[in-house]
């Protein structure tokens, strides 16, 4: 199975966050490949293939997580990694409560190396991918994009952050599906 615990977003964000894609397809022109809207979230932790039966260690990871109330967050500009210049990956970097999502993520990560999942080297960055390229041409056009500082600037979009859940990703020729295995419910 190959899995990711990462926070669903309602369908109202998505369609929101749906409307920068095409704004941005529509002055980009490059080739880009945009993520779904169904299939918008933010990442917490991405397990890659993993045996069938190590599921219910990661469902008792997430089941351990600290009660919480639900929180707020929003996104208003967009940035690239690795970075702007040579941008491969297009996202949205939370603006509030981000800190929040990193002491979940660091608190998985820690729980995840005791379960012999490899802790990621990279300082975790709370963020929605919007979009990547497939070539050259592709972040070229999203650089000078990025260059004109033509808009990277959007309609900030609100919204509520109450689960964080374990996703199967299941490859398709069309592109992936998500589907959700377990939830963390904050009230």
Known sequence: MRLFIAVPLFEKTKNEISLWQQDIADKTGGRIKFVKPENLHITL???GDTEEERKDEVISVLDS???RNSFKSDIQTVSAFPGM???KVLVAKLIR???????INSGLENQLLKLGFEKEDRYFIPH???ARTKDNQGRKSLADWFESKERTKFN????EISKICLFQSILKPDGPIYKEIFCKIYK
């Open 97 to 103: 409560n981000k800190e929040i999502l990193q002491e």
């Open 156 to 159: 900030e979009i609100s919204f």
């Open 128 to 130: 929605i991918t919007l």
């Open 65 to 67: 997580l600290e009660d």
């Open 85 to 87: 210049k040579n941008p």
């Open 45 to 47: 932790k991405f397990l």
